[in-house]
């Protein structure tokens, strides 16, 4: 049995490369070869030790690369091709899956599995579960880096403009313009948003955020974004205001932005050092101002990919942008240290397994 590179969690803020063994397929099971992956916010969650995993996990969640080995009972899928695989990889058999709630697969947040419950995809191979329901064959005439963001950010981002059913000629308001928070951007542009406002401070995100569909990007360093965004929308509030960062400020100004009977999504991950989130009720209107409030982990599976790929294909958005840097996987250290702490004006990072 050969072996392979693998980004493993230590212990908090201690992460590294390790010689693992290349996993085996089992039944109904797939093997990647990994060529291009990414890192997470959640990913930096869990080094953190915000988010707990076991020691010895190897992390990562967001596979482009080709199928190296394919287990018993995977079918129309040959060796060597090359494969997109979300970061949450639902079964398509239980209960939630077959009540459409596929991030949940199996129950409490159980779709998403690689880098969390099984190991990672910052390795030189991945082991795909339940790979029938999870390889997406990409389009020759895209790239890796192309499609890289569909494993993730772009559907998470998306599914907060999906969440909140956002009408043609709405008003949307997205707080954190980090890339979940640009791919929500440009989701909202997607579904037909009037009015896009965005707010974060950082210049190279901020400019981003222009290039993904906002049309007023705020600096909440320089002033109240909900004062400004009620101001923009004379008095009303936005038809849906999406947080994209996972804290409780902005969460709060996410619904004290919302007007009656409007949306707020949630997208952001929440530290579990936060404890309990809390909603200003007021600004709820004590529960009776027909405000809702939903939230929407990763949505997964091959027939979502298909169709995000299919987006980029047809030219409808530009992921590929989002790239700022490029590492190879022997510098995962130093992506981590570049990306966690927003240095350099990175936006997302790109990681190959060889140069």
């Known amino acids: 049995m050969g072996t392979m590179r693998a980004n493993v969690f230590k212990d908090v803020n201690k992460i590294g490369l390790e010689d693992r063994p290349i996993p085996k397929a089992g039944p109904r099971e797939a093997v990647i070869k990994v060529t291009l992956t990414t890192i997470c916010a959640t990913d930096v969650h869990i080094m953190k030790g915000e988010y707990p995993v076991r020691v010895g996990q190897i992390i990562g969640h967001e596979p482009i690369g080709v199928i190296h080995e394919l287990g018993e009972g995977v079918s129309g899928y040959k060796v060597g091709e090359r494969v997109a695989i979300n970061a949450i990889t639902p079964c398509g058999q239980c209960e939630y899956c077959l009540s459409a709630n596929w991030a ?3 129950g409490f947040l159980g779709g998403w599995k690689m880098g969390n419950t099984i190991d990672g995809a910052q390795a030189d191979y ?21 499609v890289l963001f569909t494993t993730d950010i772009f559907s998470t981002g998306l599914s ?26 440009a989701g909202a542009k ?22 993904m569909g906002a049309d ?76 809702k409030i939903v939230s929407t982990l990763c949505p997964g599976g091959k027939e ?52």
């Open 160 to 185: 907060g403009a999906e969440s909140a059913d956002i009408q043609v000629g709405d008003s949307v308001a997205v707080f954190g313009q980090g890339p979940i928070g640009l791919c929500a951007t």
């Open 216 to 291: 007023i990007v705020l600096d909440f360093k320089k002033g109240d974004p909900v004062k400004e965004i009620m101001k923009i929308t004379n008095g009303r509030g936005v038809d849906v205001a999406i947080e994209a960062i996972g804290l409780q400020e902005s969460f709060e100004n996410c619904v004290r932005c919302t007007r009656v009977g409007g949306t707020i999504s949630s997208i952001g991950v929440y530290p579990a050092q936060l404890g309990n989130i809390g909603v200003p009720l007021q600004d709820f209107g004590y529960g009776r101002a027909d405000k």
């Open 304 to 355: 979502r990919m298909r169709r995000l790929i299919s987006l980029i294909k047809n030219e409808r958005v530009n992921l590929k942008q989002l790239i700022t840097h490029w590492f190879s996987l022997d510098e995962i250290e130093e992506a981590y240290r570049i990306f966690s702490n927003q240095l350099d004006g990175v936006i997302k990072v790109a990681i190959k397994t060889s140069f």
């Open 104 to 106: 949940q697969c199996g």
């Open 126 to 146: 991945v082991k795909i579960p339940n790979a029938q329901a999870n390889l997406t064959p990409i389009p020759d005439e895209l790239s890796d880096e192309d």
């Open 190 to 211: 997607l579904k037909g948003a009037s009015l896009i406002i965005t707010v974060d401070t950082v210049p190279s995100r901020m400019d981003m955020s222009k290039k």
